[in-house]
T-cell receptor, first 110, second 114 residues
Framework: DAGITQSPRHKVTETGTPVTLRCHQT?????MYWYRQDPGHGLRLIHY???????DKGEVSDGYSVSRSKTEDFLLTLESATSSQTSVYFC?????????FGEGSRLTVL | DAKTTQPNSMESNEEEPVHLPCNHS???????IHWYRQLPSQGPEYVIH???SNVNNRMASLAIAEDRKSSTLILHRATLRDAAVYYC???????????????FGTGTRLTVIP
């Protein structure tokens, strides 16, 4: 299995606070992605990266920013968390083949 | 943008074959058909992929229609561990990163009955 880990795995925070989720992969994959998963919506792409410092928006990018300063790390930041951002967040990485997903980060915004 | 259509849910008896359909009528010639599954409380995992020919691996088989507008994931003997949400997606590796070719949708929830 590809080494892809997310941290934290669980977080509870309050509305208006900043939150950063970290994704770390050890496969030297070029492409990395952040998805959110909510009941009835399946997996929705937030942002993705196609190289160090190269990122672009996905389907539901409002309220989120990302950064990729190293190949192995892809950070997702919620500058000011809102209750609508309560969700399970999945990170994924790939070369040109299959996607490898992390175990998910469950975020609750009160 | 090439996307897929799957039934919301299916049921199967344990140890019987399961055929999970996927329609992708707008598929392009360079789109690969990928299948992933998501077990409860886990991230999705890769199952199989193909371009034109049928494919087999240790987990499943993938049958692709001759016109490529549909495909079927076949689990030869369903076990309780196969209960999951199955996603059919299209990936054009020539156009990576291509956010539009990473659309997962809601998938098919497979229930396996003991």
């Amino acid at each position: 299995d590809a080494g892809i880990t997310q941290s934290p795995r669980h977080k509870v925070t309050e509305t208006g606070t900043p939150v950063t989720l970290r994704c770390h992969q050890t496969e030297n994959h070029r492409y990395m992605y952040w998805y959110r998963q909510d009941p009835g919506h399946g997996l929705r792409l937030i942002h993705y990266s196609y190289g160090v410092k190269d990122t672009d928006k996905g389907e539901v990018s409002d309220g989120y920013s990302v950064s990729r300063s190293k190949t192995e790390d892809f950070l997702l930041t919620l500058e000011s968390a809102t209750s609508s951002q309560t969700s399970v967040y999945f990170c994924a990485s790939t070369g040109t083949g299959e996607l490898f997903f992390g175990e998910g980060s469950r975020l609750t915004v009160l | 943008d090439a996307k897929t259509t799957q039934p919301n849910s299916m049921e199967s008896n344990e140890e019987e074959p399961v055929h999970l359909p996927c329609n992708h009528s707008t598929i392009s010639g360079t789109d690969y058909i990928h299948w992933y599954r998501q077990l409860p409380s886990q991230g999705p995992e890769y199952v199989i992929h193909g371009l034109t020919s049928n494919v087999n691996n240790r987990m499943a088989s993938l049958a692709i229609a001759e016109d490529r507008k549909s495909s079927t994931l076949i689990l030869h003997r369903a076990t309780l561990r196969d209960a999951a949400v199955y996603y059919c997606i299209l990936r054009d590796v020539r156009n990576l990163p291509g956010a539009n070719n990473l659309f997962f949708g809601t998938g098919t929830r497979l229930t396996v009955i003991p």
